[in-house]
């Protein structure tokens, strides 16, 4: 992708490195699909992260600002849906 993902730089290298896989887990569902489970553990590392409801609407806004992809539509999606499904989102 031709943009930046939204970080903290205060976060470690790790922490960067699995906040950068849940936005990627997101472009995903949108472009090509992604397992349930998939999306939904770089949902709970995500959550590890950025354990505050304000800060994860921040940088998911950011980051939807930038891509027009929504993390809460696909998380949303993913939470709905069962165990064994594909996430995939137009």
Do not use: N
């Amino acid at each position: 992708m031709e943009y930046q993902y939204p970080i903290d730089y205060s976060w470690t290298t790790e922490e960067i490195v699995d906040v950068i896989h849940f936005f990627e887990a997101i472009e995903s569902a949108y472009e090509k699909g992604i397992r349930r489970e998939t999306l939904m553990s770089a949902y709970r590392r995500f959550k590890e992260v950025v354990p505050s409801k304000a800060e994860e609407k921040k940088l998911c806004g950011e980051f939807e600002e930038i891509s027009g992809y929504s993390a809460y539509r696909a998380v949303k999606k993913a939470k709905e849906a069962a165990a064994d499904e594909k996430i995939l989102l137009k």
